[in-house]
């Protein structure tokens, strides 16, 4: 509708520039011939999308070795969505193979039996497929019930691995009783303000009257290992406006944002989740081997051993937000107990490391 009404009355207004041109009337007949309804530009795309997907397969197909990265996750609208990618010989490429819905259960029976009809229903080979890199979920990694058993029972030279950027992912959760104490006051305070629309309004309209930085919260969601960095640092940095907010709304949690302990042990668990999210984003990207992101988490391991060896002497360089703010605060408390809590937590986090990632 767009193309007929918009697109195309603009390219024929756009001719008139040419008035007296020797190539007026070529211009004006080749906008003309160009077909911009819906029916056409679908069709066309629809077209364009199955060629694709029909060399994807065919590469795929023909490769004489092939690995698959599966993964099983949850959309907006609560319907669990399977997706498979494959890499394979050609240009040693990596290309999503499907995006399989799973319309009522996902035990490791639906999601084999998924995958394995994919294979059949597109004449790919199981046995030129050498390695399967699986998500953490139980319903995937399950000694006696996961995909990974359905696979080598069916399949046994097929190598399967547990994803090393869910490990990281899993190994970051394990905060320490402090620092999950924090978490869960932030998770709070960010529903609070998202569950309802004239709360955002509030708080947008009272960030502008003070000129703040930014106008409203990061929405927190578990799913996305970004989301804990993200809706963290902004708390911290509108943590005064947040503060005046939840005052005024009478919120059980306003007390914890008028206490300086409070807020000096948010700030390091702003630094922290930031250095995160540093590590999530270089373990990704296309054209990695694997010994790039197993060097990175183990040069990380070593800097949490560097991090807490400097907090011991009282240097918080590394630490940005929490430096800011014992600069800006007011308080004559010196917070020893947040030196003790720091570096546990950065103890505690990395031993998670190498637990979940030896």
């Avoid at 997907?53 to 669990?80: C, G, K, N, V």
């Avoid at 000129?211 to 989301?227: D, F, I």
Wanted: proline content about 2%; hydrophobic content about 40%; aromatic content about 10%.
């Amino acid at each position: 509708m767009e193309g007929e009404v918009v697109i195309k009355p603009v390219l024929e207004s756009f001719v008139e520039i040419f008035e007296g041109e020797v190539f007026q009337k070529t211009v004006r007949d080749a906008i003309t011939g160009v077909a911009l309804s819906n029916n056409t530009i679908t069709r066309r795309i629809e077209s364009m999308g199955k060629d694709l997907r029909e060399q994807i397969h065919e590469d795929f197909r023909s490769s004489p070795y092939t690995a698959l990265a599966i993964e099983e996750s949850t959309d907006i609208t609560s319907e669990a969505q399977l997706l498979a990618y494959g890499k394979f010989a050609c240009g040693c490429r990596i290309e999503l193979l499907c995006c399989l819905t799973l319309h009522s259960t996902t035990t490791e029976h639906d999601i084999f039996s998924a995958v394995d009809t994919f294979f059949t229903e597109n004449q790919f080979d199981w046995g030129r497929v050498v390695e399967c890199c699986i998500d953490g979920a139980p319903s995937m990694m399950g000694r006696n019930i996961g995909f990974r058993d359905s696979l080598q029972r069916n399949f046994p030279h097929i190598h399967s691995k547990h994803c090393i950027i869910h490990r990281e992912a899993l190994a970051s959760k394990e905060l320490s009783s402090v620092f999950n104490e924090v978490m869960q006051v932030v998770i709070k305070v960010v529903n609070f303000v998202k569950s309802r629309d004239w709360n955002c309004r509030l708080i947008k309209d009272l960030c502008s009257s003070e000129n703040a930085e930014h106008s409203t919260l990061l929405l927190y969601t578990a799913v996305n290992w970004l989301s804990h960095g993200s809706a963290l640092k902004r708390v911290i940095i509108l943590r005064n406006e947040v503060k005046d907010f939840l005052h005024n709304r009478k919120n059980e949690n306003a007390a914890f944002f008028s206490d300086d302990l409070f807020i000096a042990r948010l700030a390091h668990l702003t630094d922290v989740f930031e250095k995160l999210n540093e590590l999530y984003i270089s373990l990704q990207g296309r054209g990695k081997w694997v010994f790039e992101p197993q060097t990175s988490i183990r040069a990380f391991v070593n800097k949490l051993a560097i991090f807490a060896t400097r907090v011991k002497t009282g240097d918080f360089g590394l630490f940005p937000h929490y430096k800011e703010f014992l600069a800006t605060t007011d308080s004559e408390i010196s917070f020893p107990s947040v030196k003790q809590d720091v570096v546990q937590d950065l103890t505690h986090l990395q031993a998670s490391f190498q637990r979940t990632l030896p």
